[in-house]
């Protein structure tokens, strides 16, 4: 039985695919109800159809606190979790199949704690609250560039000196993020803002965090696809795929390069959201099988619903960071997903 819908997925993606996008939208529309003031799934569904371009005209216009809730509070946090969501879903994924890897996330070059630690430098120097995701952008992305240089060898990308690499700058990277909130001042507001950005927290997001972010998303989405014949084909080992053609060198470099900037540009603004990245390809594959054609798009939309579900859950439990919900939720889940389904992860 459990194979059977299986097998009816596999044999119908664009089907599966146009369901998760319907599920997602629910989601985000009855997302957009959570919170202190109670707003009915309609009225939502409503406000959001009337600012839609092109399909707005069609529809009421609404004006007054429940307009100004949804659009300019609710919307753009949820939009952001669904572009973090999934950005970091496709990265794992791209990942996973570089180094063909289960346990491959986009946090393993050091992504996270890169962020995390000019976070916390930003945060102590007192820098502004709008220049502080530039700033974690820089030491991500400036992190990962150290990785691959030192994963380099006779002009070669190795994968074992690249994870020992990125092992090495994630535990260096968080130690001089312990330090600075070892001599950080005492006041209790400094140590949260710091500890929001090491959990990760979808708070506060504005509607320029979303612009800004959504083109990189597509971009790096858009060419991790672009990939998906040589990522199946690294499954059958490197020396396997270059006799079928393809450039090894370049593509590891090319999909490691732009899963850590879309993991990068994420951390930069909701800080360091764990699990997500690891979990949401084990979920799609489980589903869809291991063909990255199906994997990828299915493995983004896990995602976006994934991350908006936990921030909805982390604001009804008082806005505490959605990472620690991501965690809660997902370890069990990914559990159970490994016990049920021993043998059948496509690796």
């Known amino acids: 039985m459990k194979d059977n819908w299986r097998n009816n997925i596999r044999k119908k993606p664009k089907s599966f695919l146009i369901f998760l996008s319907f599920l997602l939208l629910i989601v985000v529309v009855y997302s957009a109800t959570i ?6 799934f309609r009225r939502v569904l409503a406000i959001i159809l009337s600012e839609t371009p092109f399909v707005g005209r069609w529809f009421p216009t609404y004006e007054g606190t ?3 809730i949804v659009v300019n509070l609710r919307l753009p946090r ?6 973090v969501g999934s950005s ?7 990942m996973q199949g570089v180094f063909k890897n289960p346990l491959a996330s986009p946090f393993i070059l050091g992504v996270s704690a890169g962020g995390g630690m000019g976070a916390a430098v930003g945060i102590y120097i007192g820098i502004s609250y709008y220049l502080l995701p530039l700033f974690a952008f820089v030491t991500a992305l400036g992190t990962v ?3 691959f240089a030192l994963g380099r060898v006779r002009g070669k990308t190795d994968i074992a000196t690249l994870l020992l690499a990125g092992l090495a700058m994630n535990f260096l990277m968080s130690g001089l993020t312990n330090y600075i909130r ?19 927290t979808l708070n ?5 965090e979303a612009i800004i972010s959504l083109p990189i998303m597509l971009i790096g989405i858009s060419l991790v696809f672009a990939y998906s014949k040589d990522l199946n084909l690294f499954q059958m080992g490197e020396e396997s795929a270059m006799q079928l053609g393809v450039e090894v060198e370049r593509t590891k470099l090319i999909q490691l390069f732009t899963s850590s900037l879309l993991a990068a540009t994420m951390v930069a603004f909701t800080g360091v959201i764990g699990f997500v990245g690891l979990m949401m390809p084990h979920a799609a594959r489980l589903v869809v099988g291991p063909e990255h054609k199906k994997l990828i798009p299915t493995s983004a939309l896990f995602g976006g619903i994934f991350l908006v579900i936990c921030d909805s859950i982390a604001r009804t439990m008082g806005e505490i960071p959605v990472g620690i919900v991501t965690v809660l939720l997902g370890s069990p889940f990914f559990i ?5 389904n021993r043998g059948e992860t496509g690796w």
């Open 336 to 340: 159970y997903l490994l016990v049920r």
């Open 204 to 208: 506060g997001s504005i509607w320029r």
């Open 145 to 147: 560039i150290l990785v």
């Open 35 to 40: 919170g202190p003031v109670d707003i009915p």
């Open 182 to 200: 070892y001599i950080s001042p005492p006041e209790k507001e400094f140590h949260l803002r710091i500890l929001a950005f090491m959990f990760g």
């Open 88 to 94: 970091l879903a496709v990265s794992g994924t791209s």
């Open 66 to 68: 429940e307009r100004t």
């Open 78 to 83: 949820i939009l952001l979790g669904v572009i």
